[in-house]
């Protein structure tokens, strides 16, 4: 199993950006997928999830509003996008698999490698 997060980089306050993750090993469609954060000195975060049939969604607090997660079965990937970004926002962003929706959000089976988004002031 792959999980290929891509997208990141140095970007201004307010400003968005669009993380991809791209996978392989998994039937994709049958998985829910979701994003994790961490930030420096602090623990991993939920962010953003998403089911299997690409209906149900859910975010931390800290970005409803902010942030998207969408998926495309066709092309087996899930994305991120990230807008009005803010320096806390500032982290290393993974994207996670599971079969089960409510253990994604706790404890996914498969975690890909992270990307840097860094959010300058």
């Known amino acids: 199993v792959q999980l290929q997060a891509s997208g990141g980089g140095l970007v201004p306050a307010g400003g968005s950006v669009r993380l991809s993750c791209a996978t392989s090993g998994i039937t994709f469609s049958l998985y829910s997928m979701g994003w994790f954060r961490q930030a420096p000195g602090k623990e991993r975060e939920f962010v953003a999830a998403i089911r299997s049939n690409g209906i149900s969604t859910d975010y931390a607090d800290s970005v409803k509003g902010r942030f998207t997660i969408f998926r495309d079965n066709t092309k087996n990937t899930v994305h991120l996008q990230m807008n009005s970004l803010r320096p806390e926002d500032t982290a290393v962003y993974y994207c996670?698999?599971?079969?089960?929706?409510?253990?994604?959000?706790?404890?996914?089976?498969?975690w890909g490698q992270g990307t840097q988004v860094t959010v300058s002031s």
């Open positions: 996670a698999a599971d079969h089960w929706y409510t253990t994604l959000k706790v404890n996914p089976s498969y």
